[in-house]
């Protein structure tokens, strides 16, 4: 893999309009496996490609689960009243052939919020409802987590993910010729596409600046939805390639979601 520049993809903000929403996504994570490609297959259409690693002389695939809480989710443009609510995401790092953009293949989504139905029935998002707990011990003086603990009650995707953090900060990403290319990879996809539960394919864009993030530690993680689709044993669970936390930041989504076939 060639080195990824942060430069080569910070981009201004694109002006938000219509329904476009601002939000800040507090107790963010980003725990990502590194498994056989093959367990993957199917999963998207052709048009896209994993985007691979070498880990030990193999290609892996990754997926990451990322868990937060939405907070003061409200309108980018008009005067709205905000919302909090949980949320876990699961997606796959893939390439779109036909622009050659990095991007995520989004499995889905969990949102403990009324206003799933927007999202679950108006626009027929793969996203479902889950109960979200977060119970978390965040050190503003020393900018680490003592505790992160994340429950979620669901049909769909239960979870549990708990992780610290120790005060040694130095991030070690297996597979890239150096760290900034692995955060430029795992932290600045823009693009996300997946089937609808109509099995449209579709697609929305997000906008963010450089994520401040640090490395964790995992202790316990149980992700229902990776197992049951053979993506993540149980036992590979409890060993992820990398583990990144920050403790809040700001997303501009554009919407409504694109629909491209």
Known sequence: MDSLKFKDYLSERPIPKGIDVLCKLQHFAIITYAVPPERFNGLFPD????DTVQIDGKDK???????????????????????????????IY?????????????????????TLAIPHFAWKLPWYRGKVTFNCDFDS??????????????????????????EDKKISLEGFPDTETGLVYLTHPLAGFY?????????????????NVTPAQ???AKFGLLSRLG????????????????????????LPPKVLK
């Open 47 to 50: 048009r896209f490609k994993l």
């Open 61 to 91: 695939a990754l997926i990451s689960v990322v868990p937060f809480i939405d907070v003061d989710f409200t309108s980018a443009v008009y005067p709205f009243p905000k919302f909090t609510m949980g949320q876990t995401n699961y997606r």
């Open 94 to 114: 893939i390439i779109d052939t036909e622009t050659n953009e990095r991007c995520v293949w989004f499995l889905g989504t969990t949102l403990d919020s009324w």
């Open 141 to 166: 003086s020393k900018n680490i987590y003592h505790r992160y603990h994340m429950i979620t009650v669901a049909d769909w995707a239960p979870a549990e993910v708990e992780l610290k953090q120790i």
């Open 195 to 211: 089937h609808r539960r109509d099995n449209k394919l579709g697609t929305y864009r997000v906008w963010h600046k450089a994520l």
């Open 218 to 220: 995992l202790q316990y």
């Open 231 to 254: 993506l993540v044993t149980e036992k590979e669970q409890q060993v992820p390639h990398s583990v990144l936390v920050e403790p809040i930041n700001e997303f501009t989504i554009y």
